[in-house]
């Protein structure tokens, strides 16, 4: 029942910044872990980072102390922010929600029950 739409993806220079944010609609944000995942062509989707209602979070190791998750109930948005932007970074990120941790943390992609439609970020070197 309830959507999520990313934004903020765009073509960056390699060591340069972006944050993507993913609002919500029709769910009460409070009751959702929520994580960020990336596809790039060729390769299977990963988890790059995810947050749970409580706001502890963890990431990938390729995105540590790199990105950070953050979360904001009352609006209703999620973001992801990058830093120190690698070529690699160049995916198709995409937002996603769950009631039950483990399904976002694990992951367990195929028991994620809401996902958004994806916002590119393109890294030139």
């Known amino acids: 029942q309830g959507q999520l739409v990313e934004s903020g993806g765009q073509l960056v220079q390699a060591g340069g910044s972006l944050r993507l944010s993913c609002t919500t609609s029709?769910?009460?944000?409070?009751?959702?872990?929520m994580g960020w995942f990336r596809q790039a062509p060729g390769k299977e989707r990963e988890l790059v980072a995810a947050i749970a209602w409580t706001e502890s979070a963890h990431y990938a190791e390729s995105v540590l102390g790199r990105f950070t998750i953050s979360r904001d109930n009352a609006k209703g948005t999620v973001y992801l922010q990058m830093t120190r932007l690698k070529p690699e970074d160049t995916a198709l990120y995409y937002c996603a929600g769950d009631r039950a941790w483990r399904a976002i943390s694990t992951p367990h992609i195929d028991e994620i029950g809401l996902w958004g439609q994806g916002t590119q970020v393109t890294v030139s070197s």
């Open positions: 029709g769910l009460t944000l409070s009751d959702y872990h």
